[in-house]
């Protein structure tokens, strides 16, 4: 069983340790999931992996934008801005 090298030429991790992580990716990714009976190659899960990373973070930068709308509109002496507060803590 081969290892891989860091620059230093220590060991880091496994062939097989390297499986089981791609495998472990494959399982966290909706669009791999959903083709579980098709093993994915190690290159199209990294793949796979960073495209959804990418979508995530457009999500959340949506959101924020959508939440700081939303509070710019709201008057914060209003029951509405207490909850949203709550909500967000």
Avoid: F, W
């Avoid at 199209?44 to 995530?56: A, G, S």
């Avoid at 949506?62 to 801005?81: E, G």
């Amino acid at each position: 069983m081969s290892g891989r090298r860091s620059g230093s030429g220590v060991s880091s991790i496994s062939d097989d340790q390297i499986t089981h992580l791609v495998s472990k990716l494959q399982q966290l990714i909706p669009e791999l999931c959903a083709r579980r009976s098709h093993k994915a190659s190690a290159s199209k899960v990294l793949q796979e992996t960073c495209d959804y990373i990418r979508n995530l973070h457009k999500e959340v930068e949506d959101l924020s934008d959508r939440l700081s709308q939303l509070l710019a509109s709201i008057d914060t002496d209003k029951d509405q801005a207490a909850i949203v507060r709550s909500l967000l803590m």
